[in-house]
């Protein structure tokens, strides 16, 4: 293995793009493939990124090909199984983009696959690298909030033309909840430190049967709640409410924080004037400032390469990934949202 772990991707749309500008700011990650459809695409993405990578037409070629250690998938959701378990097959590793799969029996079986090939398969969810979230994971465990009540969470963006959008496609295993709601579903469920034991979500469903709005609950043990809206019709805040029963961490970046600076603020509301027990303590507000050092998917890529490159435990485990995706399997079936191969 090289000092660098060399990086093909597959796919040249939208977040293959800023994974490929991520790369080139990260510590142990190096692009040295990329495959599209199209030669032309291909191309273009190389000559943009770095123009001593292969630039290939067609997926399969980067599996061929010799340069590359491990697979960034950036495909539609539909197709990361296909393609993941293609290339777990040829003895690549994989970080695979989120949501890993069209539902949770497909994650298994891949990471089965990665069980019997002897590579990692890690999901993407970037934001769980940023120090960011270690910093407010240490001070929940110190216990500046108390304990967790409830959490609430939101992720919406207002798309304007939604003709060819993978992600108004029921096709291409699409909607708000697999695109934007698994964010607020990974979380509430890494924060709470358990699985939901009941949850509910209510949705406006385009003409294709994939939500475009849901908004959705989770019941955990000892009645912990956490609440979420997600849709790619509205603007929203975005941002991220850790409520316990001694403060509450407010999270106004939480998906994509920035490379220095981001933010948590630590707070505690007024004692209301009906509470006849003892004196609690008076508001409180404290901001914590985060640098990261390097952009967002550097930092994932680096995760990713020491698991491969020192066998350190990967940010999303299997387990993490198997269970948000039943969540999703869940929240989905109270939405009414069906993909193709799957039981009404
Ligand atoms: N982690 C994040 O921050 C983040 C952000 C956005 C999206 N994502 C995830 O990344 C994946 C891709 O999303 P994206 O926003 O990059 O989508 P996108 O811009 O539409 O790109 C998807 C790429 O997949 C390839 N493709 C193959 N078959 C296709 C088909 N039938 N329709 C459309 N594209 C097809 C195309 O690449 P070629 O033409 O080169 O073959 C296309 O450029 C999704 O799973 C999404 O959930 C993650």
């Known amino acids: 293995m090289t000092e660098r772990l060399r990086w093909g991707i597959m796919g040249t749309g939208n977040i293959a793009n800023q994974f490929a500008q991520g790369l080139a700011g990260s510590s142990r990650g190096q692009l040295t493939a990329a495959a599209s459809r199209t030669q ?27 340069d590359v250690d491990a697979i960034y998938l950036a495909l539609p959701n539909h197709m990361h199984m296909e393609w993941t378990l293609k290339a777990l097959q040829a003895g690549k590793h994989v970080l695979c983009e989120k949501p890993i799969a069209n539902n949770a029996d497909q994650a298994t079986a891949m990471f089965e696959q990665a069980k019997t090939s002897g590579k990692v398969l890690v999901e993407a969810f970037m934001y769980r690298s940023h120090p960011l979230h270690h910093a ?16 609430r969470t939101s992720f919406c963006f207002k ?33 709470i430190g358990s699985e939901p034991q009941a949850v509910h979500a209510t949705s406006r469903l385009n003409d294709d049967g994939v939500d475009i709005l849901t908004s959705g609950t989770m019941h955990f043990a000892d009645d912990v709640l956490a609440s979420f809206t997600c849709g790619m019709t509205l603007h929203a805040d975005n941002a991220a409410y850790i409520c316990g029963d001694e403060g509450y961490i407010t999270i106004p970046i939480p998906w994509k924080p920035p490379t220095e600076k981001a933010t948590y603020t630590l707070n ?38 020491a698991v491969v490159m020192d066998g350190a435990s ?31």
């Open 268 to 305: 505690r509301g007024t004692p209301p004037r009906m509470d006849k027990g003892a004196a609690a303590a008076g508001p409180m507000s404290k901001e914590v400032s985060v640098d990261a050092g390097r952009p967002l998917y550097g930092l994932e890529a680096d995760d990713f390469a």
């Open 40 to 66: 032309a695409s291909a191309s273009a993405f190389t000559d943009k990124h770095d123009a001593k990578a292969h630039a290939f037409e067609g997926y399969d070629r980067l599996l061929d090909c010799a």
């Open 159 to 191: 798309v304007n033309n939604p003709e060819g959008n993978i992600r108004f496609s029921r096709a291409c295993a699409g909607g708000a909840l697999m695109d934007i709601g698994c964010y607020c579903v990974n979380f509430s469920r890494h924060y």
């Open 136 to 151: 407010i994971a240490r001070h929940i465990a110190e216990g500046a909030i108390g304990k967790i009540q409830a959490i």
């Open 314 to 344: 990967p940010t999303i485990t299997a387990q993490d990934t198997i269970a948000n995706m039943q969540t999703l399997d869940a929240l989905r079936e109270s939405a009414g949202v069906i993909f193709d191969g799957e039981q009404a």
